[in-house]
């Protein structure tokens, strides 16, 4: 089983549209990514979020860390085709050095 | 502008074979890490290192092996090549500074196991 466990699998939407993918756990995290893979590419890092209830925004995308650092979220607003792909995130447990964890991803379509 | 280059894109070995999967980063960092990706599982750690001849199992260990003989380059192992083991395999990097734990990845190399 994953420890971090992500929703939707699948995504698709509109030009426009808005969506937001979860990322949820039992575990505590120290600090958690999101990262953004496109086909035939490795995955590309987004943001960091290291304290819980922070809300860092890069653009039309918003990440927030829940409260007890156990969960995350990213918002699109007003999605654009370039929005496509792959979005994985990555939690950093204490005491695991420099390990990430995974979650399985989301994959994002945005349809013209 | 950093990067990660991984030594083939596709690869087609058949069951039994040795298989080698070449990293080369040119960023200086201290760690180095290879994952497999599979649909719905996400990235899965192998094995990971963080020095020159360090090493470390990860999650998923069983059937490979790896080398660092330098800092730059980090290799992946498959002594016996298995058809379970066809899949997406990426490599990253690190610095070894905490708490910057962003990793860089490679394009990834398709391995597919006849």
């Known amino acids: 089983t994953q420890l971090l466990e992500q929703s939707p699998q699948f995504l698709s939407i509109q030009e426009g549209e808005n969506l937001t993918v979860y990322c949820n756990s039992s575990?505590?995290?120290?600090?958690l990514q999101w990262y953004r893979q496109e086909p035939g590419e490795g995955p590309v890092l987004l943001v960091t979020?290291?304290?819980?209830?922070e809300v860092k925004k890069l653009k039309r995308l918003t990440f927030q860390f829940g409260d007890a650092r156990k969960d995350s979220s990213l918002h699109i607003t007003a999605a654009q085709t370039g929005d496509t792909g792959l979005y994985l995130c990555?939690?950093?447990?204490?005491?695991?050095?420099?390990?990430?964890?995974f979650g399985a991803g989301t994959q994002v379509v945005v349809t013209p | 502008d950093v990067k990660v280059t991984q030594s083939s894109r596709y690869l087609v070995k058949r069951t039994g074979e040795k298989v080698f999967l070449e990293c080369v980063q040119d960023m200086d960092h201290e760690n180095m890490f290879w994952y497999r990706q599979d649909p719905g599982l996400g990235l899965r750690l192998i094995y990971f290192s963080y020095d020159v001849k360090m090493k470390e199992k990860g999650d998923i260990p069983e059937g490979y092996s790896v080398s660092r003989e330098k800092k730059e380059r980090f290799s992946l192992i498959l002594e016996s090549a298995s058809t379970n083991q066809t899949s997406m395999y990426l490599c990253?990097?690190?610095?070894?500074?905490?708490?910057?734990?962003?990793?860089?990845f490679g394009p990834g190399t398709r391995l597919t196991v006849t």
């Open positions: 990253a990097s690190s610095p070894g500074t905490y708490p910057s734990l962003q990793q860089y």
């Open positions: 990555a939690g950093h447990q204490e005491d695991s050095w420099g390990k990430l964890q």
């Open positions: 575990s505590v995290f120290s600090s």
């Open positions: 979020v290291v304290t819980g209830g």
